[in-house]
T-cell receptor
Framework: RKEVEQDPGPFNVPEGATVAFNCTYS??????FFWYRQDCRKEPKLLMSVYSSGNEDGRFTAQLNRASQYISLLIRDSKLSDSATYLCVVNEKGYQKVTFGIGTKLQVIP | NAGVTQTPKFQVLKTGQSMTLQCAQDMNHNSMYWYRQDPGMGLRLIYYSASEGTTDKGEVPNGYNVSRLNKREFSLRLESAAPSQTSVYFC???????????FGDGTRLSIL
């Protein structure tokens, strides 16, 4: 089993739709979690950190489910500009290791 | 502030040639990283430097060496390039290892 797994998609959604991505991780000792956004042929950029209590930033909501070992990203009212690949990142506790998921591609359609 | 600066942006090499990819950050970050990104594989960690003076292997270190020259600079060297090393290389930095990373623009490297 891969350490961090994401559905690569693509997810094709109409403008204004709500879309959610999950990311599962295998190491229960994982400590910190992030979502990054990567546009085509560009570098990844931090979208948001994921906190245990869940957190929201505008139209974006991130949640952590430690019992089931997954994190999620919810995007409300999708915009054309949200089209990108969304990468989840997991840091393992006590071990200086960072693992990126393969990314989920989102295409928002007019 | 420039953030993380990588040079060169593009490079074509012949098999067996050597080259060094340069990376510098101006955010006073302690940790720096080198990744490669290939289609269908995602980002894979080659080497990282948790702090100045230390370097450690990541997931795919074979065929590469690194130098943490000072707090700002972290270089990646290919001693004898192979076609399997054709990839996009990203350098990143973070305050500490478990903190969010900031990425450079990437280097597109082709080895013929």
């Amino acid at each position: 089993r891969k350490e961090v797994e994401q559905d690569p998609g693509p997810f094709n959604v109409p403008e204004g739709a709500t879309v959610a991505f999950n990311c599962t991780y295998s190491n229960s000792a994982s400590q910190s979690f992030f979502w990054y956004r990567q546009d085509c042929r560009k570098e990844p950029k931090l979208l948001m950190s994921v906190y245990s209590s869940g957190n929201e930033d505008g139209r974006f909501t991130a949640q952590l489910n430690r019992a089931s070992q997954y994190i999620s990203l919810l995007i409300r009212d999708s915009k054309l500009s949200d089209s990108a690949t969304y990468l989840c990142v997991v840091n393992e506790k006590g071990y200086q290791k960072v693992t990126f998921g393969i990314g989920t591609k989102l295409q928002v359609i007019p | 502030n420039a953030g993380v600066t990588q040079t060169p942006k593009f490079q074509v090499l012949k098999t067996g040639q050597s080259m060094t990819l340069q990376c510098a950050q101006d955010m006073n970050h302690n940790s720096m990283y080198w990744y490669r990104q290939d289609p269908g594989m995602g980002l894979r960690l080659i080497y990282y430097s948790a702090s100045e003076g230390t370097t450690d292997k990541g997931e795919v270190p074979n065929g590469y060496n690194v130098s943490r020259l000072n707090k700002r600079e972290f270089s990646l060297r290919l001693e004898s390039a192979a076609p399997s090393q054709t990839s996009v290389y990203f350098c990143a930095s973070s305050e500490q290892v478990n903190q969010p990373q900031h990425f450079g623009d990437g280097t597109r490297l082709s080895i013929l």
